[in-house]
């Protein structure tokens, strides 16, 4: 099972001192998260799409890339892309790229994105949010897939002969979760594909994080891609910890109270009993979390949200280290216990190439570098 954590990216104000960070600040500390995160045992790193203040990380996969250059293990992934409002062919060629230049050590989280103003930013229409994230994922798929690809839909211009570049590593794509809080034809989209379902529950009652799980497992069944307790599952996670649980409730209380996500509306204890949050001692946490197993089943990756609400990066850091070093290694050991060996472990790039034969060169070459004609195309 794999752990780790995500950032929204956001730029919050710190309710303790009033400073809002920069941009720059904010960027700088992604990075060090991740690090951190690697320097700590953990296994992921997610980082979100955004295109408005307050968030900075409108290029995912630039962040990404500079991340894979200063680190050797941890897996970098998205939370979410825009698979609306992204340009399928954009997306293929540049998470292509960074699987290239990351060893492999990629994936990404396919969303709709919660911002509605993104749609008409990007030139879509907010109404044709579930068509667009069915068309546009339809022939992210193909360009992975196919070396050449001609294709038609309604959202875009038509493709004659077209060829994305570069081709996947060893010529297997990334692996993709879809990531959905609420729409039930994205867990059948990712149930159809045989892909990942990532339920990010962060502000949402365990009973329906529950049901949608069950209606993706269901599904994958039906597509036949196995039984319903191997498919592919990631949740989502809040988490504030100190040795000792009154004082973690008294330092996360003024983050929570202010925060624009979730301030202003449930008490912090009456967020916790209703959601994933976890403010606490590392032994709550992990009684919390190894519970999850018992609502969704044995499940694949577990994801933190770690640094929101304007809590300072030094303080980011301390969690990390708390999570990594006392609370991730006794939930490795708890939701290993009695996990049947037919349920498989999150699918990583290795074990994608293992499964489809080994690695191939899957360069395609043209003979014709000014129109990109290839040499079959020429001989005939």
Do not use: C
């Not at 999150?346 to 499964?355: D, G, I, R």
Request: charged letters at 20%; a negative charge; aromatic letters at 10%.
């Amino acid at each position: 099972m794999q752990f780790g954590v995500f950032t929204v990216s956001d730029l919050t104000q710190d309710p303790t001192t009033g400073r809002i960070p920069t941009e720059q600040e904010r960027i700088r500390a992604a990075i060090a998260i991740a690090k951190k995160s690697e320097e700590v045992g953990l296994d992921v790193f997610a980082l979100g799409e955004h295109h408005n203040p307050p968030f900075f990380s409108s290029s995912p996969t630039t962040t990404l890339a500079y991340i894979a250059a200063q680190t050797e293990r941890i897996v970098l992934s998205t939370a979410t892309t825009l698979i609306t409002t992204n340009d399928p062919v954009k997306i293929a060629e540049d998470y292509a790229m960074l699987q290239h230049l990351a060893g492999g050590r990629v994936d990404l989280m396919m969303g709709r994105g919660n911002t509605g103003p993104v749609y008409p930013w990007f030139g879509q229409d907010i109404r044709n949010g579930i068509p667009l994230a069915i068309e546009n994922y339809a022939l992210l798929h193909r360009l992975w897939r196919e070396d050449v690809v001609d294709w038609q839909g309604k959202f875009r211009t038509p493709l004659q002969s077209f060829t994305s570049t570069p081709r996947p590593l060893d010529g297997v794509p990334p692996f993709v979760w879809h990531g959905s809080i609420r729409s039930p034809e994205i867990a059948e989209q990712a149930a159809y594909y045989g892909d990942g379902f990532f339920h990010n529950n962060i502000f949402w009652p365990i009973h329906h994080t529950r049901q949608m799980v069950r209606l993706y497992r269901q599904r994958f069944e039906h597509y036949g891609h196995g039984s319903a307790d191997q498919a592919i599952v990631g949740l989502g996670g809040q988490v504030f910890m100190h040795k000792n649980s009154q004082e973690a409730v008294r330092r996360f209380r003024p983050y929570f109270d202010v925060a624009p996500v979730y301030g202003h509306g449930p008490s912090l204890e009456e967020f916790s009993e209703m959601t994933p949050l976890t403010v606490g001692s590392p032994q709550q946490v992990i009684d919390r979390y190894a519970s999850m197993r018992d609502e969704v089943g044995d499940y694949q990756r577990q994801l933190f949200l770690i640094d929101h609400a304007g809590l300072p990066l030094e303080t980011v850091l301390e969690q990390i280290e708390i999570l990594g070093t006392e609370v991730v290694p006794v939930l490795r050991k708890e939701l290993a216990v009695g996990r049947p060996a037919h349920v498989p472990d999150a699918p990583t790039h290795a074990s994608l190439v293992a499964k489809a034969g080994g690695p191939v060169d899957a360069t395609v070459y043209s003979v014709d570098g000014v129109t990109g004609r290839r040499a079959e195309e020429v001989q005939a």
